[in-house]
């Protein structure tokens, strides 16, 4: 008997929500995919580049008949959203997010959610500093970790979910919300910080000095403006959405940033030394594990 395949709802049509439907396409992991973006204009571009979806220009349609309804906009605006769709939903459907906070994103949903619905909260660890519909494609979730927040692995939903982020090629964990969080604000939240603060200096430095510090850009400052060229929007709500973690990282950063200072000011080449060799442990076990080339 031939598995009947999901019919899925994608709210957003940047990156990763574009991404989804290249991806579901491709491995053939839905029925059908209807689409809907708060923009005109967006929905508009992605009716001129050919995304494989049904596009409609209204939300609640959308979510219609839908078996999973997956929300790829910024989590400032994710519980806006569920009140509009909440009440047009299926009996038994499957909500799930993309959004790079949880706790703040559970907080927001779960009073909305009623008990004929099911809410898996997700994270696909997966992205680029492009946004809109141009920019997805469809390898985007393949071999990168897709999180999942429930306190049941073996629920019916979550295996669903499991189903079809593996389907797409990604690597599902389950986890809890408060653990996420703190992870997603060392590895993701606070380089982002730092790269748009560091970037945001040179922009600051006078005419001639800003010019040429473009002009003579290392790789390492073009690797900082490539990530602070990401969408403004979603990362200004992750900040506000993950204050508390983003907030205890960055105080640790702070302190170890003082240590490196002192030790420069003391010409303390050995603790210089031994952080930068303790640092390069780190990027070879990610390394290993098969996260990145070498």
Sequence with gaps: MNEKLPNIAIIGLGLIGSSIALAAKRAGAAGNIVAFDNSAEVRSEAKQIGLPVALVDDIKIAVLDADIVFLAVP??????????????LKFGAILTDTGSTKRSVI?????LVTGNIFFVPGHPLAGTEFSGPSAGFSSLFKNHYWLLISENKTNTATSVMTN??????AMVEIMDADYHDKILAITSHL?????????????DFEHDLKNDV???????FRDFTRIAASDPTMWRDVFLN????????????IDDLAYVQNAIKK??????????????EIRRSIVDIGQATD
């Design 75 to 88: 989590v400032g605006v994710m519980a806006g959203v569920v009140q509009q769709i909440i009440s047009h």
């Design 107 to 111: 907080d927001d949903i779960n009073p």
């Design 164 to 169: 079809f982020c593996e389907k797409l090629g």
């Design 191 to 203: 380089p982002h910080l730092i790269a748009f603060t560091i970037v945001g200096t040179a922009s």
């Design 214 to 220: 473009i002009r003579f850009s290392a790789s390492g």
């Design 242 to 253: 993950n204050d508390e973690a983003v907030l205890e990282m960055l105080q640790r950063f």
């Design 267 to 280: 010409r303390q080449g050995n603790k210089l030394f031994n952080l930068f060799e303790r640092t390069g």
